[in-house]
């Protein structure tokens, strides 16, 4: 696990337990150390050259894994308390070289797109399930920050 | 949900919101009527024209979802008090038309293949952490039934 660059995020690499019929990826357990309550599991899928985002929860945390595909995830910290306020930190998760468990904690400003040509999905092990009234979202390009994709 | 072939198995079709810049994909939720507990949550990737199984678990369920490619999962109960002991039954799983949530109990056999020319992802939300001591598996060409992949 490498030192967050913004305070509450973690990037923790995931074992591929590689197999000649297809790998075993791990993603989250409920033994984990990162684990604190189950909410919702879903997917998002991202076409090529599609960005999702911005978005940020007031209370959902998000566990992000890349089984499929490239993705880089854009964070921006807008939190008043946070002593890492106004920092702005990017992450390109997939296989073969980042496989890994990107958390977000609320408040933080998050959006995602493609890298290279192909589809990517991402899955969510998130703590609470769903609630369309605990987050916000903005267009991509009115978002809390100027980002190039 | 359709009924059971198999006691105990069941089989309900996912919700999957289209976008045009990628589809959101449910899966499954703590406040679905199916939830009991959270184990974990991993992927086993099936590279074209390859099979994985038997496999049967004492203590664990299987809540599987095909959000890329498409996977035949074949299923036998042999458990000793099952009124549909005896059984086989095969399940096609993926986009568009069978995106679904297929949850397997202890005891039945089972194994998976892809259909198609595409490799697929087989996400499984169980409801107890990965323990190997609790499973038994056999080659495919040596299990429970014959089967034509």
């Given at each position: 696990m490498t030192e967050p660059v913004i305070v509450g995020v973690s990037y923790r690499r995931l074992r591929v337990i590689e197999d000649d019929r297809g790998a075993v990826l791990h993603f989250f357990r409920s033994?984990?150390?990162?684990?604190t309550t189950f909410g919702e599991v879903y997917f998002s899928e991202v076409l090529p050259g599609a960005v999702k985002g911005w978005r940020r929860h007031r209370r959902q945390t998000q566990r992000y894994v890349v089984p499929t595909g490239r993705v880089r995830v854009a964070l921006y910290d807008d939190r008043d308390?946070?002593?890492?306020?106004?920092t702005r930190h990017a992450y390109e998760l997939g296989r073969p070289d980042s496989y890994a468990l990107l958390t977000i904690p609320p408040l933080i400003w998050y959006a995602f797109g493609t890298l290279g040509d192909r589809a990517a999905l991402v899955a969510n092990c998130a703590d609470?399930?769903?609630?369309?009234?605990?987050s916000e979202s903005t267009p991509i390009d009115r978002g809390p920050i100027d980002y190039v994709w």
């Open positions: 033994d984990s150390p990162d684990f308390d946070s002593p890492t306020r106004g609470i399930p769903h609630d369309p009234t605990e």
